[in-house]
């Protein structure tokens, strides 16, 4: 009976120290779960910098130059030809408030506009207008144009209308939000046009995608002023 006993404590005392050990493991490991979740998947990843300052990875899909994710439900338009490895799988740093991924050398760019007194998108509106908030013409070296060039660290020159199109004022829950309307909208359209038909047409996906490259588009040609 004794035996008996000292056998159940012993086994429950290798119990509590498995659980403590699994605990403890699955605490150090959880920022790192959603990479093999990604990996799984077949996914690439986001390292999503918060209004916290706490960075997180994040699962996401790739598609037609935009990065989806599930939780939370953003969209990240990919401006810059450019990411990382991390692991065996791409990456690129986004912020949870920038609907665009982040790129270090527009980022220094963003410090020479400083530099030039450039500290808002309103500024920047009007020295590409070459006009003051009184509709005033600023002076010729102030203003901004599409082709100019800025130069970086190390000589390196950045073209400023390629920046102008990273630059865009938008979050990624608006980003997300157009591209759910308009696909919902062009369901919904489609719908009416077929009158419910189901048989022949063009797979979903490939309406998806052809609307996200639309959305792409609406936002470059809004950010350029085009519309």
């Known amino acids: 009976m004794d035996i008996m006993i000292i056998i159940i404590f012993l086994m429950l005392f290798i119990f509590i120290l498995m659980f403590g050990v699994g605990m403890v493991a699955y605490v150090w490991a959880k920022p790192f779960i959603p990479y093999f979740i990604a990996k799984l998947q077949k996914k690439d990843i986001l390292f999503l910098i918060g ?47 920038w609907g665009v991924t982040l790129d270090p050398d527009y980022a220094e760019v963003i410090e020479e506009l400083k530099l030039k007194g450039v500290t808002d998108y309103e500024e920047l509106d009007r020295r590409l207008a070459g006009r003051d908030d009184k509709g005033k ?31 865009a004022d938008m979050t990624p829950t608006e980003i997300r939000s157009h591209i759910d309307e308009s696909i919902a909208r062009f369901i919904e359209d489609q719908k009416k046009l077929d009158g419910g ?19 792409i588009g609406y936002f470059a040609l809004k950010q350029f002023g085009f519309m």
């Open 197 to 215: 038909k189901k048989d022949g047409g063009m797979g979903m996906g490939f309406i998806v995608v052809i609307i996200m490259v639309a959305v």
């Open 51 to 97: 209004k916290d300052s706490k960075v997180r990875i994040i699962p996401a899909k790739y598609s037609s130059g935009v990065y989806n994710t599930s939780s939370p439900p953003y969209s990240f338009l990919h401006k810059v030809p450019r990411a990382y490895r991390f692991g065996d799988l791409q990456c690129v740093f986004v912020h949870d408030s």
């Open 137 to 167: 013409r600023i002076p010729d070296d102030e203003l901004l144009h599409h082709s100019d060039i800025i130069r970086i660290h190390a000589f390196k020159d950045i073209d400023f209308g390629s920046f102008l199109s990273f630059a």
